[in-house]
């Protein structure tokens, strides 16, 4: 078994292979922090580590930030991951098995907004699915109140929003 600083970079690296979407950060230390694997800040530093080593990929939006598994992780992750414990292995392919849909739709659906060269917000709301995107939507508003009501009701209404769109441009 690796040294346990180790395990915990390797079981992310895992987690992130298994999966054809990106994970977040509370995501992965869900499940590490539910089983009591380790604490928080051990997790963050193994996070730190996995970037600075260029094993993941991190995309941040609105406070959430998201990993992607790179070459060089995948690749590291193949000579060593002998070194996670079966039992582990399948407990972590229990918890992504189990939760995949929610897993997936959290990272799917994303809405961030910023600040224009002409003093306006732009609002970007994004649909994926696997590595495409279903809609990449931009829309321009004049007060950062608005441009924050976007975001936080994109979640709930993008599927309105794709049928209305869909049906209206076929």
């Excluded at 659906?109 to 649909?127: G, L, N, S």
């Excluded at 007060?143 to 993008?158: H, P, V």
């Amino acid at each position: 078994m690796a040294e346990p600083f180790t395990l915990y970079k390797l079981i992310i690296l895992y987690m992130l292979d298994r999966v054809d979407f990106p994970l977040t950060n509370s995501q992965i230390s869900s499940f590490l922090l539910d089983r009591g694997y380790t604490n928080y800040f051990t997790l963050q530093q193994a996070f730190s580590e996995l970037e600075e080593a260029n094993l993941v990929k991190p995309q941040t939006i609105r406070n959430t930030t998201q990993f992607q598994l790179t070459k060089s992780g995948r690749e590291t992750l193949g000579y060593f991951c002998d070194r996670i414990p079966n039992a582990i292995q399948e407990e972590a392919d229990q918890y992504l098995q189990e939760h995949k849909i929610e897993l997936r739709n959290e990272v799917s659906v994303t809405a961030d907004y910023y600040r224009t060269t002409a003093k306006e917000y732009a609002v970007h709301c994004v649909i994926k699915e696997k590595e495409s995107d279903l809609i990449d939507l931009t829309l321009t508003v004049p007060d950062k109140k608005q441009a924050e009501a976007m975001c936080k009701s994109w979640k709930n209404k993008c599927e309105m929003v794709y049928q209305f769109l869909m049906t209206q441009l076929s």
